[in-house]
């Protein structure tokens, strides 16, 4: 079974930047979707950014101008670039993937990504 490990989520203040990473167990990623996903407490998961097997990028509004999304296929990883964050960006990310339907999505862990002066 594949499996997703995320990394680079901590504690910034207002403004400052954070890459997450995260990287498949194994190869064949070339034609899934990947992408991140975000929970704040009490609130519901969220998407932030995805990215198609053909390179086509979505964004949620609320982070438009400020998160990039990428993928290297020969490392099997997907990053998100994240500037300008902002204490609302305060949440637990998870990424996946998936070959079709998000509802048969492949998850991470998660990581903590922590805004606050």
């Known amino acids: 079974q594949v499996q997703l490990e995320e990394s680079g989520g901590g504690l910034v203040q207002p403004g400052e930047s954070l890459t997450l990473s995260c990287a498949a167990s194994?190869?064949?990623?070339?034609?899934?979707?990947m992408g991140w996903y975000r929970q704040a407490p009490g609130k519901e998961r969220e998407l932030v950014a995805g990215i198609t097997r053909t390179g086509n990028t979505n964004y949620a509004n609320s982070v438009k101008g400020r998160f990039t999304i990428s993928r290297d296929g020969a490392k099997n990883t997907v990053y998100l670039q994240m500037n300008g964050l902002k204490p609302e960006d305060t949440a637990v990310y998870y990424c996946?993937?998936?070959?079709?339907?998000?509802?048969?999505?492949?998850w991470g862990q998660g990581t903590q990504v922590t805004v606050s002066s």
């Open positions: 194994r190869s064949s990623f070339t034609s899934a979707a």
């Open positions: 996946y993937f998936h070959y079709g339907s998000i509802k048969d999505a492949t």
